[in-house]
């Protein structure tokens, strides 16, 4: 069974940093992108920022030049730093990894799963 479990949300004040870590459990063979996204209470959930297996990265416009986004796909684990927190970065931030492939005898499984959510909170 493939899981996400995400860590490092917490409270901070605006220009602060925080570093979010999720690894992905399940006997899992490959990712082909893994990504954070981000939903305010009353909001639509938005992406954040992705990474593929490659290396190559997209952001949103609103975190870039603030966020990085990095992985080691060794140990199935994706980061993002958070510099320069705004309190309109608060949030729950989720994790998410598409195309991910587990396989365990007898049988394989391609699914794109989520994490349970790590909150952000940033005061001004």
């Known amino acids: 069974q493939v899981q996400l479990v995400e860590s490092g949300g917490g409270l901070v004040q605006a220009g602060g940093s925080l570093r979010l870590s999720c690894v992905v459990s399940?006997?899992?063979?490959?990712?082909?992108?893994m990504g954070w996204f981000r939903q305010a209470p009353g909001k639509q959930r938005d992406l954040v920022a992705t990474?593929?297996?490659?290396?190559?990265?997209n952001y949103a416009d609103f975190v870039r030049g603030r966020f990085t986004i990095s992985r080691d796909n060794a140990k199935n684990t994706v980061f993002l730093q958070m510099n320069s927190l705004k309190p309109e970065d608060t949030a729950v931030y989720y994790c998410n990894a598409e195309n991910a492939v587990s396989k365990v005898p007898g049988k394989t499984t391609i699914g794109n799963y989520w994490g349970q959510g790590t909150q952000v909170t940033v005061s001004s």
């Open positions: 399940g006997s899992i063979v490959s990712i082909t992108a």
């Open positions: 990474i593929t297996n490659g290396g190559s990265t």
